[in-house]
């Protein structure tokens, strides 16, 4: 790992309040075991949201679980192209999104929010498929569209927990 890169990495984590001991700190840890860098997130999510209501807390886990496999899928191996080096950063990036949208739309009642959480869901999905193609990659096989998936907080008979969908009637 080039000097360059870890210097690049503790001036961004300083940037963002860990402050220079601990960002040096993270990044030794981070670059002898990249797993440690999940361990972070969940400890700075564990933190922070330790004093959240417990109805908020599935939201939070589906949350830090998102985040979390973001930050570990996001650590590539460096293949000396930086296109294919984007592409293979962002398609995780961008799969985070997917997954906080779609707790939104598990979790949350705004349904201006719930909107933009769909949105986010169809615009990222496009966005990465365009990223495959500028790169001639093979895109990913075909998935039913994501559906606006109701608030758990209201009980509709309608809605199938364990699948995350709409029965037909």
């Known amino acids: 790992m080039s000097s360059t890169f870890r210097s690049s990495i503790c001036s961004h984590a300083a940037a963002i309040g860990l402050g220079a001991v601990a ?4 990044s030794s840890t981070y670059f002898a075991n990249p797993q440690s860098l ?3 997130v969940s ?3 564990a933190k922070s949201f330790g004093s959240a209501p417990s109805a908020e807390a599935p939201y939070l886990a589906d949350s830090v679980s998102a985040m979390t496999k973001m930050m570990i899928d996001m650590g590539i191996r460096p293949s000396g192209d930086v296109d294919t080096d984007f592409v293979e950063m962002m398609v995780p990036h961008h799969q985070g999104a ?3 949208a779609q707790a939104e739309l598990r979790y949350g009642r705004n349904e201006r ?3 933009m959480a769909h949105e986010i869901i169809v615009t990222q999905l496009q966005e990465m ?3 495959r193609l500028a790169l001639g990659q093979p895109l990913l096989p075909s998935v039913p569209s994501p559906i ?3 608030p758990t907080a209201t009980n509709n008979s309608k809605y199938d927990n364990a699948t995350h969908l ?3 009637p």
């Open 23 to 26: 960002a040096a700190a993270l």
């Open 38 to 40: 999940a361990v972070y």
């Open 43 to 45: 400890a700075i999510c």
């Open 98 to 100: 997917i997954e906080m």
């Open 113 to 115: 929010l719930r909107r």
């Open 129 to 131: 498929t365009a990223m």
């Open 148 to 150: 606006q998936i109701p």
């Open 166 to 168: 709409i029965k037909e």
